[in-house]
T-cell receptor, first 109, second 113 residues
């Protein structure tokens, strides 16, 4: 089946630093979604991307739909403590969504 | 607008029992998907319902089943529970086939003893 890879698996950064993470797939997707999940809660949708090359921002978050349609990137600028959590990418092909394993972000004060 | 709600939030069962989880989507959303999340396997798709019909199904045994009612509320049932069924079960709703951004509920934490 389809597989999504996310990198890095985990990262520790200082408060105020910028963060970059990415998601790659062996398949082409029509939609990319980025989610953040806090412990014990469901994932919260951050950004949705629908077109190859699309660059979308949501506050300090910026995500891009890769030109090849096989990857996507998420950047967080000027990180703050509440950015801590697990970030998931999800790709859609047809009516199915496939989720990556997540990037665990820790922010050090 | 209220978000996706799931009940119960926590559940403890023993092996061999069966369980029913409930999900109420965002008002106006007609698609409901169910996922199983475990530390080892991550988020895995169970099935999706749209207008009371199962539209997609993941690779799970027949012990996992679901249904959707005319008000778009959905239930998921797991029969003959196994230890490995312990997981966070997440429900996600989306508007329809075109606007398919999925919004998740808080999940039901199922523990099988």
């Amino acid at each position: 089946g389809q597989q999504l890879n996310q990198s890095p698996q985990s990262m520790f950064i200082q408060e105020g630093e910028d963060v970059s993470m990415n998601c790659t797939s062996s398949s082409i997707f029509n939609t990319w979604l980025w989610y953040k999940q806090d412990p014990g809660e469901g994932p919260v949708l951050l950004i949705a991307l629908y077109k190859a090359g699309e660059l979308t921002s949501n506050g300090r978050l910026t995500a891009q739909f890769g030109i090849t349609r096989k990857d996507s990137f998420l950047n967080i600028s000027a990180s703050i403590p509440s950015d801590v959590g697990i970030y998931f990418c999800a790709g859609q092909e047809g009516q199915n969504f496939v989720f990556g394993p997540g990037t665990r972000l820790s922010v050090l004060p | 607008k209220a978000g996706v709600t799931q009940t119960p939030r926590y559940l403890i069962k023993t092996r061999g029992q069966q369980v029913t989880l409930s999900c109420s989507p965002i008002s106006g959303h007609r698609s409901v998907s169910w996922y199983q999340q475990t530390p080892g396997q991550g988020l895995q798709f169970l099935f999706e319902y749209f207008s009371e019909t199962q539209r997609n199904k993941g690779n799970f045994p027949g012990r996992f089943s679901g249904r959707q009612f005319s008000n778009s509320r959905s239930e998921m049932n797991v029969s003959t529970l196994e230890l490995g069924d312990s997981a966070l079960y997440l429900c996600a709703s989306s508007l329809n086939r075109v606007y398919n951004e999925q919004f998740f509920g808080p999940g039901t934490r199922l523990t099988v003893l």
